[in-house]
């Protein structure tokens, strides 16, 4: 089992950066694929960016955000640059253990976060 707990959420304008980070009650490197998702009001949970050994992005965040992981201190980050107001969602960490499908949606996860809120004002 593994615990996670986001914090960095907040309110940004639009073009503006934040940087979300994900602690784990124990070391993911190589046992856990990690993952961001997120959700807006009325909407589906959705993935945004996940890491194993490589990195997937979805094609709406490609380019703006930036999925990392610093195995010393069990933290998953999720850079967030070039915010727009329909990246305002609930953003989750999920991590699920060896194997795992690294672009699997939300069945695919087996521990989340409590979520934190990211709201992109124009």
């Known amino acids: 089992q593994v615990q996670l707990v986001e914090s960095g959420g907040g309110s940004v304008q639009a073009g503006g950066s934040l940087r979300l980070s994900c602690t784990a009650s124990r070391n993911t490197d190589r046992t856990f694929c990690m993952a961001w998702f997120r959700q807006a009001p009325g909407k589906e949970r959705e993935r945004v960016a996940a890491?194993?050994?490589?990195?997937y992005y979805s094609d709406s965040v490609k380019g703006r955000f930036t999925i990392s992981r610093d195995n010393a201190k069990n933290t998953l980050y999720l850079q967030m640059n070039k915010l727009q107001p329909e990246d305002t969602a609930m953003y989750y960490c999920a991590a699920h253990p060896i194997p795992c499908i690294l672009t699997g949606g939300v069945a695919e996860y087996t521990y989340w976060g409590q979520g934190v809120q990211v709201t992109v004002s124009s």
């Open positions: 890491i194993y050994s490589n990195t």
